[in-house]
């Protein structure tokens, strides 16, 4: 299983960003999918994650209101859209997915995903 990553840049703050991730390989199935961020001398945080079924979502809470986790099932694709980005926003972003996951299970926890994608750096400025 592979996941690519796409779309970051640089943005000011306020703007918005799209990144998208790409699962392709085995295990055609519906995939539990999410996004991890990490930023420079911090720890990796759960962003937001979607369950197979596409009808759980869950999101961290400093993106709660801001961020949408969206998953086209045919293109095993997710996406999030970013809007109202802030400098703290900033970091490189991971998707992760979780092909085994109870169907409608959208864990927050980055063990439960298995695959992971090379990130794709996010820099808002002020």
């Known amino acids: 299983v592979q996941l690519q990553a796409s779309g970051g840049g640089s943005v000011q703050a306020g703007g918005s960003l799209r990144i998208s991730c790409t699962v392709s390989g085995r295990n055609e199935g519906a995939d539990a999918m999410a996004w991890f961020r990490q930023a420079p001398g911090k720890e990796r945080e759960f962003v937001a994650a979607?369950?197979?079924?596409?009808?759980?979502?869950r999101y961290g809470e400093s993106v709660q209101g801001r961020f949408t986790i969206d998953k086209d099932h045919p293109k095993r694709t997710v996406y999030l859209q970013m809007n109202a980005l802030e400098p703290e926003d900033t970091a490189m972003y991971y998707c992760?997915?979780?092909?085994?996951?109870?169907?409608?299970?959208?864990?927050?926890?980055?063990?439960?995903?298995?695959?992971w994608g090379q990130g794709t750096l996010v820099t808002v400025s002020s």
């Open positions: 979607v369950s197979r079924s596409g009808r759980r979502i």
């Open positions: 992760a997915t979780a092909p085994a996951l109870r169907w409608d299970t959208a864990s927050t926890i980055a063990n439960d995903y298995p695959y």
